[in-house]
């Protein structure tokens, strides 16, 4: 079953919802691409300029995102994920396309970055699709950087 865009929504993360988002994993195979939630949302909550959001559909949370405004004109995104018990149903895209609107919205941005591990096999084509242009790794030689410039 695909999720429709309309299902989809993102919400700010609370201290009605933030155990929920906490809950959410991926699978086995997934771990070593995507940072644990908590540990997210901690580095938010002592950091100026990150973004969190939980990602729904309809009252339940199934994802969550992370992006920081590293610069007046570059937003990057940090973290993203959909729990292992609902993917592969679209959500991840019509999460995405919600998100990259919202981080579109910042007055004076340019550019809106995000890494991956170059191993994951899926991560480059997903990206790509939205306009993503890999531009190479980044200083530890770890993630590949890509880039939508606005």
């Given at each position: 079953?695909?999720?429709?865009?309309?299902?989809?929504?993102?919400?700010?993360?609370?201290?009605?919802?933030?155990?929920?988002?906490?809950?959410?994993?991926?699978?086995?195979?997934?771990?070593?691409?995507?940072?644990?939630?908590?540990?997210?949302?901690?580095?938010?909550?002592?950091?100026?300029?990150?973004?969190t959001r939980a990602i729904y559909i309809a009252e339940e949370p199934v994802g969550f995102f992370m992006w920081v405004q590293e610069s007046t004109i570059k937003i990057s995104i940090?973290?993203?994920?959909?729990?292992?018990?609902?993917?592969?149903?679209?959500?991840?895209?019509?999460?995405?396309?919600?998100?990259?609107?919202?981080?579109?919205?910042?007055?004076?941005?340019?550019?809106?970055?995000?890494?991956?591990?170059?191993?994951?096999?899926?991560?480059?084509?997903?990206?790509?699709?939205?306009?993503?242009?890999?531009?190479?790794?980044?200083?530890?030689?770890?993630?590949?950087?890509?880039?939508?410039?606005?």
């Amino acid at each position: 079953m695909e999720a429709s865009l309309c299902h989809v929504t993102l919400r700010q993360v609370t201290k009605a919802n933030y155990e929920q988002v906490c809950e959410l994993d991926v699978s086995k195979e997934q771990e070593d691409y995507v940072a644990c939630n908590m540990w997210s949302l901690v580095e938010s909550m002592y950091n100026d300029g990150y973004e969190t959001r939980a990602i729904y559909i309809a009252e339940e949370p199934v994802g969550f995102f992370m992006w920081v405004q590293e610069s007046t004109i570059k937003i990057s995104i940090w973290r993203f994920m959909i729990d292992k018990g609902h993917q592969n149903k679209s959500i991840g895209r019509a999460a995405l396309s919600l998100a990259l609107a919202e981080i579109k919205k910042v007055p004076g941005l340019q550019e809106i970055e995000i890494c991956y591990n170059p191993k994951n096999p899926v991560a480059k084509e997903f990206y790509a699709s939205f306009g993503f242009c890999e531009v190479g790794m980044d200083e530890d030689d770890e993630d590949m950087l890509a880039v939508i410039t606005l």
